[in-house]
């Protein structure tokens, strides 16, 4: 059907195709559209995942739901501790964003899952599939725009965060490398977290199952440590401890609860290699398998 | 033109599809029929690029779907009405598939008119009737104004106005000189609609033939002849002449004869020589669904049975066992009436060249269940 704005005689509406498609260059007979042709590229894949990902309540809620847990934490904290009148000392001031961030890291992941299990289970990718066949192409740009979309909000609600609570409390004054590292290191661990639980989900397609591995993921180390008593594991509990993503996202903040373990902006390498390795099996399962 | 060569899938020990090549040529409805679980969805999703054949290939004007270049403006689908993110509004689902196709967001409004959803283009599609998703997988096969068009049970859910609607659309587009691929169940639609037709059965081909040879090599026309109710012994008496010459003759369940291998006048002559008078001597052609049942009859994986609820019913005052008195056919009396059309299951004439009155209906397996099931009804008595 290729009436463009004019009405269709009524009668013959169906019965009178119209004129154009007949000839273009195409061979005797077949159809042309008259649209013209146009090779899609990453961009409109990107354009096109935005859309998807805007007009969805997952997104609101998921989202709204991790800026309330950020900041609601992040300000009572802040206000318990200065009621508290507890000697700050040394403690840097931005540390207090940590329980908030650990908080909404969940719903990032489940955001995260939802963006590319939700097209499983609705029958959707069957729908984004046909209209795209490059499977890579649909992935990575999935992949960037929640990316984006998790670190910029991330990044700035920490921010927000970071700021209220200097100005509620007077600690040590932070240094500029600690405000970059807790606004924007955090907000990019949180969203490579977010695009481990999408590598999840593609590999999973099942959103219960693959919030599930993810939730795992986080908290599983931790529970493990806790349990391994015996000396001879010591240095895997050791380890768990270490390397657990809260005591990970903890050490971005500098509230790390270990002494040992990756500082600084470490974590963030870790996260990145972890989802990288992810990211490749589910491009490789994307490609392979039948949907 | 979408070329089918050798395809075949299996989903571990089950076979899928089966060996199936066919060619699908554009300026014609070609219709798609099988029964549930043929392979049907299979062979789609194939074409498609969605599964991947286990050997053989389907190509789409010469090259694989996924090889294409500018497939989504090559080729439209509408697969699963419901294949649609519910919580996204119809507008919202067709602009972010023009998007990825690349196609202007103007296209959108333009089939969102063409498909009448554009009132509801706002709302999101969870609240829509089947016949809306329709309409809305139909809005995004066309979306992209492609050359290949595939659509798998177009008219389910849809109303009256809906399935004209898409019959005509189906032929327009054929018309436009596309390729349009459409499988359905519904015979009646295909029979309207349909130029082509591609039959399969337990995932192979069965049938690559024109609509109207596909009906006259599966079916053949016959004549019912009704005789005066009150006077049962004038139907013997013609069943016994048309036998004589050369004719197939079965009862329906109304009481009226269904007549193969001879002609409406041959019929009136042979009443006159037996002084029988006729009530009714019509045509009947052959519908598709008839020619389609008697194809598929052999394949069909998933039949119904009757419900006779037997394990649940008491048993009747005054009887030891549950009594079948009650489901025998009054004056059912196998030796001397012609055999009966069976009820059960489906029965279409004979295709014409066979011998009519061989055995009259051929042993199907319906057929075969229906006399088993009496047989051991009157055993039990």
């Given at each position: 059907?290729?009436?463009?704005a004019t009405?269709?005689?009524?009668?013959?509406?169906h019965?009178?195709?119209p004129q154009?498609?007949?000839?273009?260059?195409a061979?005797a007979g077949l159809?042309?559209?008259?649209?013209?042709?146009?090779?899609?590229?990453?961009?409109?894949?990107?354009?096109s995942?935005?859309?998807?990902?805007?007009s969805?309540?997952?997104?609101?809620?998921?989202?709204?739901?991790m800026i309330?847990l950020?900041?609601?934490?992040g300000l009572?904290?802040a206000?318990?501790v200065?009621?508290?009148d507890?000697p700050?000392d040394?403690?840097p001031?931005?540390?207090?964003?940590?329980?908030?961030v650990?908080l909404?890291s969940i719903?990032v992941?489940?955001?995260?899952?939802?963006?590319?299990?939700?097209?499983?289970?609705?029958g959707?990718?069957?729908t984004?599939?046909?209209?795209?066949?490059?499977?890579?192409r649909?992935?990575?740009?999935?992949a960037?725009?929640?990316f984006?979309?998790?670190?910029?909000?991330?990044?700035?609600?920490?921010?927000?965060?970071g700021?209220l609570?200097?100005?509620?409390l007077?600690?040590?004054?932070?240094?500029?490398g600690?405000?970059?590292r807790?606004?924007v290191?955090?907000?990019?661990y949180v969203?490579t977290?977010g695009?481990?639980?999408?590598a999840?989900g593609?590999?999973v397609r099942h959103s219960?199952?693959?919030i599930?591995v993810m939730?795992?993921?986080?908290l599983?180390p931790?529970?493990l440590a806790?349990?391994m008593?015996s000396p001879?594991l010591?240095?895997?509990?050791?380890?768990?401890f270490?390397?657990?993503?809260?005591?990970?996202i903890?050490s971005?903040?500098?509230?790390?609860?270990?002494?040992?373990g990756p500082t600084g902006w470490?974590?963030?390498?870790i996260i990145?290699g972890?989802?990288?390795?992810?990211?490749a099996?589910?491009?490789a399962?994307l490609d392979?398998?039948?949907v | 033109?979408?070329?089918?060569?050798?395809?075949t899938k299996?989903?571990?020990?089950?076979?899928?599809v089966?060996?199936?090549s066919?060619?699908?040529r554009?300026?014609?409805?070609?219709g798609?029929l099988?029964?549930?679980g043929s392979?049907?969805?299979?062979t789609?999703?194939?074409?498609l690029g969605l599964d991947?054949?286990?050997?053989g290939?389907?190509?789409?004007g010469?090259?694989?779907?996924r090889?294409l270049?500018?497939a989504?403006?090559?080729?439209?689908?509408?697969?699963?009405?419901?294949?649609v993110h519910g919580?996204?509004?119809?507008?919202?689902?067709?602009?972010s598939?023009?998007?990825?196709?690349?196609i202007?967001?103007?296209?959108?409004?333009e089939?969102?008119g063409?498909?009448g959803l554009q009132?509801?283009?706002?709302?999101?599609?969870?609240?829509?009737?089947l016949?809306?998703?329709q309409?809305l997988?139909?809005?995004?096969a066309?979306?992209?104004?492609?050359q290949?068009?595939?659509f798998?049970?177009?008219?389910?859910?849809l109303?009256p106005?809906?399935i004209?609607?898409v019959?005509?659309?189906?032929?327009q587009?054929?018309?436009?000189?596309r390729?349009?691929f459409?499988s359905?169940?519904?015979?009646?639609?295909?029979?309207?609609?349909?130029?082509?037709l591609?039959v399969?059965g337990?995932?192979?081909l069965?049938?690559?033939?024109?609509v109207?040879?596909f009906?006259s090599?599966?079916?053949a026309?016959f004549?019912?002849?009704?005789v005066?109710?009150?006077?049962?012994e004038?139907?013997e008496?013609?069943?016994?002449?048309?036998?004589?010459?050369?004719g197939?003759?079965m009862?329906e369940?109304?009481?009226?004869?269904?007549?193969?291998?001879?002609g409406?006048?041959?019929?009136s002559?042979?009443a006159?020589?037996?002084?029988?008078?006729?009530?009714e001597l019509?045509?009947?052609?052959a519908?598709?669904?008839?020619?389609?049942m008697?194809?598929?009859?052999?394949?069909v994986?998933?039949?119904?049975?009757?419900?006779a609820?037997?394990?649940l019913?008491?048993p009747?005052?005054?009887?030891?066992?549950?009594?079948?008195?009650?489901y025998?056919?009054?004056g059912?009396?196998p030796?001397q009436?012609?055999?009966?059309v069976?009820?059960?299951g489906w029965?279409?004439?004979?295709?014409?060249?066979?011998?009519?009155?061989?055995?009259a209906?051929?042993?199907?397996p319906?057929?075969?269940?229906?006399?088993t099931e009496?047989?051991?009804s009157?055993?039990s008595?």
């Open positions: 059907m290729t009436m463009p009405p269709p005689p009524p009668p013959q509406a019965q009178a195709p154009p498609q007949q000839h273009r260059g061979p159809y042309a559209s008259p649209i013209p042709v146009r090779t899609p590229g990453l961009g409109d894949a990107i354009a995942e935005w859309t998807k990902i805007r969805v309540r997952s997104t609101v809620w998921t989202l709204g739901v309330v950020l900041v609601g934490i009572l904290t206000f318990v200065s009621i508290s507890a700050l040394d403690t001031v931005l540390s207090l964003g940590f329980f908030g650990l909404g719903c992941i489940t955001l995260g899952v939802l963006t590319i299990a939700s097209e499983y289970s609705t959707m990718i069957r984004t599939l046909t209209a795209c066949p490059s499977r890579a649909m992935l990575t740009a999935k960037v725009v929640f984006l979309l998790a670190f910029t909000i991330t990044t700035v609600t920490t921010g927000v965060v700021v609570q200097t100005a509620m007077d600690g040590a004054t932070p240094d500029t600690f405000w970059v807790s606004t290191g955090v907000g990019l969203a977290l695009l481990l639980s999408l999840v593609a590999l219960a199952g693959a599930t939730i795992a993921v986080v599983l931790l529970v806790i349990f008593f001879t010591a240095r895997v509990q050791q380890a768990l270490e390397y657990s993503i809260p005591n990970q903890g971005m903040y500098n509230a790390s609860v270990t002494t040992s470490e974590p963030l390498w990145l972890v989802t990288a390795v992810a990211m099996g589910a491009f399962s392979r398998r039948d | 033109m979408i070329e089918a060569v050798g395809l299996r989903y571990g020990a089950k076979t899928a089966h060996n199936l066919f060619q699908v554009p300026g014609a409805v070609t798609f099988g029964p549930n392979g049907k969805s299979t789609m999703r194939m074409m991947r054949p286990t050997s290939h389907v190509t789409i010469g090259h694989a779907f090889s270049p500018n989504p403006r090559q080729v439209g689908a509408l697969l699963d009405a419901k294949a919580g996204r509004s119809a507008r919202n689902h067709l602009l598939l023009a998007q990825l196709a690349g202007p967001a103007a296209r959108v409004d089939v969102l063409v498909v009132d509801v283009a706002k709302k999101r599609s969870n609240g829509f009737s016949g809306m998703g309409r997988g139909i809005a995004a066309l979306l992209g104004d492609p290949v068009l595939l798998d049970e177009p008219v389910n859910g109303d106005e809906g004209l609607w019959r005509n659309l189906m032929k587009l054929a018309s436009e000189g390729t349009v459409v359905s169940h519904l015979m009646s639609e295909m029979a309207l609609t349909a130029d082509h591609i399969i337990r995932g192979q069965l049938s690559d033939m024109s109207t040879d009906i090599a599966n079916s026309d004549a019912r002849v009704r005066p109710a009150d006077r049962p004038c139907r008496k013609l069943t016994a002449s048309l036998t004589e010459a050369g197939g003759v009862t369940p109304d009481g009226a004869l269904r007549v193969t291998g001879l409406l006048s041959r019929i002559d042979l006159h020589e037996s002084d029988v008078r006729l009530w019509s045509p009947h052609r519908s598709l669904e008839e020619a389609y008697r194809m598929t009859q052999g394949v994986d998933y039949r119904s049975t009757a419900d609820k037997e394990g019913q008491l009747p005052p005054g009887y030891g066992q549950p009594g079948h008195e009650g025998a056919q009054p059912h009396t030796q009436s012609p055999q009966e069976p009820q059960q029965y279409a004439p004979p295709p014409p060249g066979q011998n009519p009155y061989a055995g209906p051929a042993p199907t319906a057929a075969t269940a229906d006399r009496r047989k051991t009157e055993d008595r």
